[in-house]
């Protein structure tokens, strides 16, 4: 396969779904990656041209390397699968109930990106999106940002895996810097989906989230490596 080629993980639905279908439209072979055959092959019928299905569960080594295995190009990878499934404090929040986010959201993200690192790693423009939140900044959560409860310290597991995430981000984004990859984070904004039903009301569009992961995506070789960026492109505080 000669075309630039992406994957998005957990592309089934969501925001992950807009980021297959904008990278798709931008005339990219995208692999939708869905843990699910079905969900998969359903948004991928939705997208149309340029998608394929890959059958892809973070949180399972075996099917990692399955997955990998059928990919012999790629050229962005977006880690956008995750869960939240808990708002509660850290003290009122199991350690199983961290251990299972962590699984989703940190090591699944560092499964399937060393997984794939060898397939990037033979692209000419690798880029790596890594998609976080804005409630995972430190900063925002110590100087309140309206878009989330000041200092209520809720969604802990969540939060912090993100912030975790933030670090894999920077870590990653210096051991390849010498071998032309980008590697940012990306705050979606708070958006309307089965992830965030509270923002219905707010009636944030997964699409207008998507543009911002598109944007990291097709970095251009002087694009910024190791940020921390908002959906509309400004840096967000770590
Ligand atoms: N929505 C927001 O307001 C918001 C804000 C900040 C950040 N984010 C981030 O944006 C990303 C996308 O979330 P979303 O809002 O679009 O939520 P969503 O609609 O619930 O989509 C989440 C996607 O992740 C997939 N997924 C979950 N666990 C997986 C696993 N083990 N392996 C593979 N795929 C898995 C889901 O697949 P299934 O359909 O099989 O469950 C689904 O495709 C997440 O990383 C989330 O943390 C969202």
Do not use: C
Request: glycine residues 12%; neutral net charge; aromatic residues 6%.
């Amino acid at each position: 396969m000669n075309e630039r080629t992406a994957l998005v993980t957990g592309a089934n639905k969501g925001i992950g779904k807009d980021i297959a279908r904008l990278l798709a439209a931008e005339g990219l072979t995208v692999y939708v990656g869905s843990r699910d055959r079905g969900r998969g092959q359903r948004a991928v019928e939705e997208i149309g041209a340029g998608a394929r299905l890959l059958v892809l569960d973070v949180t399972d080594p075996g099917g990692i390397a399955q997955a990998a295995a059928q990919v012999d190009r790629l050229d962005v990878l977006v880690n956008n699968a995750g869960i939240s499934p808990s708002l509660a404090p850290p003290a009122d929040t199991d350690v199983e109930e961290f251990r299972r986010t962590y699984e989703t959201n940190v090591f699944g993200v560092l499964a399937v990106t060393n997984a794939f690192l060898p397939t990037l790693r033979r692209s000419p423009r690798p880029r790596i999106v890594n998609v976080s939140s804005g409630t995972a900044s430190l900063t925002w959560s110590t100087n309140p940002n309206p878009q989330f409860t000041p200092g209520s310290g809720g969604a802990a597991a969540y939060r912090s895996s993100k912030a975790a995430l933030n670090a894999l981000t920077v870590f990653y984004a210096q051991t390849l810097a010498g071998e032309g990859f980008k590697v940012n984070a990306l705050a979606p904004g708070l958006r309307s989906t089965d992830l965030n039903p509270r923002a219905a009301a707010a009636g944030g569009d997964p699409a207008e989230a998507a543009q911002g992961a598109l944007r990291l995506a097709l970095l251009p070789d002087d694009g910024p490596t190791g940020g921390f960026f908002s959906w509309d492109g400004a840096p967000v505080p770590w």
